[in-house]
């Protein structure tokens, strides 16, 4: 508990300060927009390395073992494209927020529409973020993560992004990224490096090795689980799906597209994007390994679901290690939720409100994090709450403004075509969401990608060459 008040007092301290160096809309939204490579990547990896790259991995490597791994990897793929195609001319537009991509791309309307669909999808991400929060939170105070937690992390979360804004979230994100690499490989290391005994203590219950043996460690990661990428419970179908719209997401998501925005030019934004690519994979198979390792020596109490990595902070790993690993788990989903917080005041408030006043976005985050507390009450599982809302993003979103992004200054759009695209692929993904929460009816799952089709072939049909 004593580790984890300084924690927050260093990050007070640090938003503290940036609260009397912002001076405008540029410095809370985008940090300035003076970021050089190395902190954009670590900004980057701070950001998506998250609720669902960590807690939510961990927990579906517990239940459908290594090819829980797609869930980071499809994003290798979204960052490879966003390199190739965006990085550049995203940068050069000279824009603060997703949206406004849409406006110079499109038109104003464009603008409102991919601002309503972010607004609305994106707070399902923050709950998420809350949700893993809390959990962590309430592992520490002794409890589950019922109300108190939840509360305790919206508090936390929204007093830390309302001071500082983008430019306490780039600061703080280095820290941040350097602690959770710190604590996930150091915890990789001791667990299989067989220092915890739990492998050869397994294997002699079984009667497979002896007492005396020296052999410690030498199970190492034959003992558990198969390491196929695909199984019977995670099959080509469901990496297809996930493929396209969460992969998606890394492709033109607007919190990997906000890193974009802080870089200082266009090739820091690119490196950046190349060197995060590599790097989630390493962190995918780590955390993955991780949930597995979990899963067979420190399993789950009967009626308890607590999350793999809180089990391994709590209980497997000696006190330093699981002291490093909670603030690296914490680091990873708090660095999440502000960014996706600020990202989101910031597209209420210039994108819908139509202002750049730094006070309508201070207000704009206590009003979203208010929402997102909420959703966060109603006891959602993490992954559901990303998949709901990256369902209703990729189908509506990404597919129109990538070809728009693409095509901008050598074709005209016919926006009423565009406009077509987004609210019918974004109908996909939104209306199977909507039945599944409240009428707990289940829609066919490749829904969203019949939305992301449709949504493509609108975009590509509204270009017009110009003369």
């Given at each position: 508990?004593?580790?984890?008040?300084?924690?927050f007092?260093?990050?007070?301290?640090?938003?503290?300060?940036?609260?009397?160096?912002?001076?405008?809309?540029?410095?809370?939204?985008?940090?300035?927009?003076?970021?050089?490579?190395?902190?954009?990547?670590?900004?980057?990896?701070?950001?998506?390395?998250?609720?669902?790259?960590t807690?939510?991995?961990?927990?579906?490597?517990?239940?459908?073992?290594?090819a829980?791994?797609?869930?980071?990897?499809?994003?290798?793929?979204?960052?490879?494209?966003?390199?190739?195609?965006?990085?550049?001319?995203?940068?050069?537009?000279?824009?603060?927020?997703?949206?406004?991509?849409?406006?110079?791309t499109?038109?104003?309307?464009?603008?409102?529409?991919?601002?309503?669909?972010?607004?609305?999808?994106?707070?399902?991400?923050?709950?998420?973020?809350?949700?893993?929060?809390?959990?962590?939170?309430?592992?520490?105070?002794?409890?589950?993560?019922?109300t108190?937690?939840?509360?305790?992390?919206?508090?936390?979360?929204?007093?830390?992004?309302?001071?500082?804004?983008?430019?306490?979230?780039?600061?703080?994100?280095?820290?941040?990224?350097g602690?959770?690499?710190?604590?996930?490989?150091?915890?990789?290391?001791?667990?299989?490096g067989?220092?915890?005994?739990?492998?050869?203590?397994?294997?002699?219950?079984?009667?497979?090795?002896?007492?005396?043996?020296?052999?410690?460690?030498?199970?190492?990661?034959?003992?558990?689980?198969n390491?196929?990428?695909?199984?019977?419970?995670?099959?080509?179908?469901?990496?297809?799906?996930?493929?396209?719209?969460?992969?998606?997401?890394?492709?033109?998501?607007?919190?990997?597209?906000?890193?974009?925005?802080?870089?200082?030019?266009?090739?820091?934004?690119?490196?950046?994007?190349?060197?995060?690519?590599?790097?989630?994979?390493?962190?995918?198979?780590?955390?993955?390994?991780?949930?597995?390792?979990?899963?067979?020596?420190?399993?789950?109490?009967?009626?308890?679901?607590?999350?793999?990595?809180?089990?391994?902070?709590?209980?497997?790993?000696?006190?330093?290690?699981?002291?490093?690993?909670?603030?690296?788990l914490?680091?990873?989903?708090?660095?999440?939720?502000?960014?996706?917080?600020?990202?989101?005041?910031?597209?209420?408030?210039s994108?819908?409100?139509?202002?750049?006043?730094?006070?309508?976005?201070r207000?704009?985050?206590?009003?979203?994090?208010?929402?997102?507390?909420?959703?966060?009450?109603?006891g959602?599982?993490?992954?559901?709450?990303?998949?709901?809302a990256?369902?209703?993003?990729?189908?509506?979103?990404?597919?129109p403004?990538?070809?728009?992004?693409?095509?901008?200054?050598?074709?005209?759009?016919?926006?009423?075509?565009?406009?077509?695209?987004?609210?019918?692929?974004?109908?996909?993904?939104?209306?199977?969401?909507?039945?599944?929460?409240?009428?707990?009816?289940?829609?066919?799952?490749?829904?969203?990608?019949?939305?992301?089709?449709?949504?493509?072939v609108?975009?590509?049909?509204?270009?017009?060459?110009?003369?």
């Amino acid at each position: 508990m004593k580790l984890l008040l300084i924690y927050f007092f260093v990050l007070g301290f640090i938003c503290i300060r940036d609260l009397f160096k912002v001076k405008n809309f540029d410095d809370y939204v985008v940090a300035g927009r003076k970021q050089s490579s190395p902190f954009v990547f670590m900004s980057l990896m701070a950001t998506v390395l998250g609720a669902s790259a960590t807690v939510g991995i961990a927990a579906r490597a517990e239940s459908i073992g290594f090819a829980a791994f797609w869930w980071l990897a499809v994003g290798t793929i979204g960052f490879w494209f966003q390199a190739a195609f965006l990085s550049k001319p995203v940068h050069d537009l000279d824009v603060r927020t997703l949206p406004e991509i849409a406006e110079k791309t499109v038109g104003k309307t464009g603008r409102k529409l991919v601002a309503l669909i972010i607004a609305v999808s994106w707070i399902g991400i923050i709950a998420a973020q809350f949700a893993a929060v809390a959990g962590f939170i309430g592992l520490v105070l002794g409890h589950d993560a019922g109300t108190q937690s939840v509360l305790i992390t919206a508090v936390i979360v929204i007093v830390y992004t309302l001071l500082g804004g983008q430019l306490s979230v780039v600061r703080t994100d280095a820290l941040q990224f350097g602690i959770l690499t710190l604590g996930f490989f150091a915890a990789a290391v001791y667990l299989f490096g067989g220092f915890s005994g739990a492998e050869n203590a397994a294997l002699q219950a079984a009667g497979n090795l002896t007492a005396s043996s020296s052999t410690a460690g030498n199970a190492g990661l034959a003992t558990f689980g198969n390491f196929n990428l695909l199984n019977e419970k995670f099959g080509a179908s469901d990496l297809a799906i996930m493929l396209f719209t969460i992969g998606g997401a890394y492709f033109l998501g607007p919190d990997v597209i906000s890193r974009n925005l802080v870089a200082k030019n266009a090739t820091s934004a690119r490196k950046a994007v190349v060197a995060g690519s590599f790097a989630i994979l390493a962190f995918s198979v780590i955390i993955v390994l991780l949930g597995m390792w979990a899963a067979t020596y420190a399993p789950a109490t009967a009626g308890s679901t607590t999350n793999p990595l809180f089990r391994l902070a709590s209980g497997v790993l000696p006190l330093p290690l699981a002291a490093l690993l909670s603030v690296g788990l914490l680091s990873a989903l708090l660095s999440s939720a502000d960014t996706c917080l600020i990202n989101s005041a910031a597209i209420f408030g210039s994108d819908i409100l139509n202002t750049r006043r730094i006070s309508v976005v201070r207000i704009s985050v206590v009003v979203i994090g208010i929402i997102a507390t909420y959703l966060a009450l109603q006891g959602k599982d993490i992954i559901g709450l990303l998949t709901m809302a990256y369902s209703v993003y990729t189908p509506g979103i990404v597919a129109p403004l990538a070809v728009a992004i693409i095509a901008h200054k050598k074709f005209k759009v016919k926006k009423t075509l565009w406009y077509a695209g987004v609210i019918i692929g974004g109908l996909f993904g939104l209306i199977p969401a909507i039945l599944a929460s409240t009428a707990k009816i289940q829609s066919p799952a490749y829904l969203p990608l019949v939305g992301i089709a449709i949504s493509l072939v609108f975009a590509l049909a509204s270009l017009k060459r110009k003369n």
